[in-house]
């Protein structure tokens, strides 16, 4: 079996597990946007409240799955909007007292 090469310290992947996550991440997209497509077709047409069950068995109705989705992408622009403003004062705090060391 041949060793994975390694290059300045750092393993890379095969080309088969690359791909593999590749198409996995494709496949979860485009099953999470017929689920979205889905939920958002029952609620215009007056559907969104009614029950439906998950694999697990657990109810749920379209309405509260796409206030869910909603809610999950607040989520994410609030964290990316405190992401960006505490990068931003870190390089405003490297600016003016230099970069230190990283290694504390």
Same mark, same amino acid.
């Given at each position: ?10 393993? =890379? ?14 496949? /979860?997209? /485009?099953?999470? /946007?017929?689920? @979205?497509? =889905? ?5 215009? /047409?007056?559907?969104?409240?009614? =029950?439906?069950?998950?694999?697990? @068995? ?17 989520? @994410?622009? =609030? ?26």
């Amino acid at each position: 079996m041949k060793r994975p090469s390694i290059v300045s310290g750092q393993r =890379t992947l095969p080309r088969w597990q690359v791909v593999g996550m590749v198409l996995a991440g494709i496949a /979860s997209i /485009s099953g999470l /946007s017929y689920i @979205l497509y =889905t939920a958002i077709l029952k609620v215009a /047409s007056g559907h969104g409240l009614e =029950t439906y069950r998950t694999v697990w @068995l657990v109810e749920g109705n379209w309405l509260e799955l796409l206030v869910f989705f909603a809610s999950l992408a607040a989520a @994410l622009v =609030t964290a990316l909007m405190v992401r960006f403003y505490q990068q931003r004062h870190w390089r405003e705090f490297e600016r003016r007292y230099g970069p230190g060391k990283r290694d504390a």
